[in-house]
């Protein structure tokens, strides 16, 4: 087998009825090579699905090929993926070399072209992490710039030190910033869901103090779910 493509990762848009996703270009070994995650699309919210639980995987081979993910399989099965969720299928393999070839055996073709396949794909696999990751530019002549360490620093922000070769970690009241309300809007449809663009949707607000209506549950319903407070306003983002 060849590694014709270089992606290690597939998306889907739920539509509330399809459970069967292809894996295809992405080609693996075995179920455990592939992690599913489910991400709520309004906040980002990412959940690490489980093998034989929230779905099951088909397909793969010793030699590595293409399958499908199946979120009605499993004992406890995910189901249709829902609007407002996408599904992320990611190539993650162990990063080891396995093959053993001993001195003047006879060479098996597929056996050594097998093993440089799964290097190649713990090499995207390593790119697509790296594309993940905040890089300085290829102009620049810094090295070994680290991000510090947050531990015990809650609240902090980062900020290029005064060196300007690194960041350090300050508190908000320490810097020349002017603090942001912390009162936060935006404009959710009917099911809470941040809207999209060309979508109308009402305005939402939340913040520190909240919002309630005394004695007056039926009201509460209405005007204020999930945290957040509806006045009422409609909106249309452009």
């Known amino acids: 087998m060849t590694v014709a493509s270089a992606l290690n990762r597939k998306t889907y848009a739920g539509d509330d009825a399809t459970t069967v996703f292809a894996t295809s270009p992405v080609v693996f070994f ?30 793969g081979s010793a030699t590595g090929a293409v399958g499908t993910v199946d979120l009605s399989g499993g004992s406890a099965p995910y189901g249709a993926l829902p609007t ?15 093959s053993d070839y001993v001195q003047n055996d006879p060479s098996d073709a597929n056996v050594q072209e097998t093993a440089i396949d799964r290097l190649t794909m713990i090499v995207q696999q390593l790119s697509e992490e790296n594309d993940r990751a905040i890089q300085l530019p290829v102009t620049s002549s810094l090295v070994g710039v680290e991000m510090p360490d947050p531990t015990d620093q809650a609240g902090k922000v980062v900020v290029v030190n005064s060196a ?44 520190p ?3 309630r209506y005394l004695d007056d549950p039926e009201r509460q319903k209405v005007y204020v779910r ?3 407070n509806y006045p009422g306003d409609v909106y249309e983002m452009l």
């Open 164 to 207: 300007e070769d690194g960041f350090s970690l300050v508190a908000a009241v320490d810097i020349d910033v002017t603090p942001a309300s912390a009162f936060i809007a935006t404009v959710l449809d009917d099911e809470g869901r941040a809207c999209k663009p060309g979508t109308v949707g009402r305005l939402a607000v939340k913040g």
């Open 209 to 211: 103090t909240g919002c």
């Open 84 to 98: 407002g969720e996408t599904l992320l299928i990611l190539r993650v393999l162990d990063l080891l070399q396995e």
């Open 30 to 59: 075995e179920a455990a090579d592939l992690d599913v995650y489910t991400v709520v699309d309004a906040t980002g919210v990412e959940t690490l699905l489980t093998l034989n639980t929230d779905y099951t995987v088909s397909g």
């Open 226 to 228: 999930n945290g957040w």
